[in-house]
């Protein structure tokens, strides 16, 4: 899920990298447009690291964590 905390809502592209174990990196296009979001990736293999904006394109605090 992403939440915009801010009283303002925004709506911004938002890019999202996922690693493989081999060190592959995919990238995943998405837009944020509500004050709160969850988004579903089909990754064929479980990453070994997610990364939300790994460009920093955004002024943001960004917090990443797997559900389970």
Do not use: M, W, Y
């Not at 709160?36 to 955004?58: C, G, M, Q, Y």
Request: avoid cysteine; hydrophobic fraction near 35%; glycine fraction near 2%.
């Amino acid at each position: 899920n992403i939440n915009q905390l801010q009283e303002k809502k925004f709506q911004f592209p938002l890019s999202i990298s996922f690693e493989t174990k081999e060190g592959k990196k995919i990238i995943q296009q998405t837009v944020v447009d509500k004050k709160t979001n969850s988004f579903s990736f089909s990754i064929t293999e479980k990453p070994v690291r997610v990364i939300a904006d790994p460009h920093t394109s955004l002024l943001s605090e960004i917090k990443v964590s797997e559900v389970k």
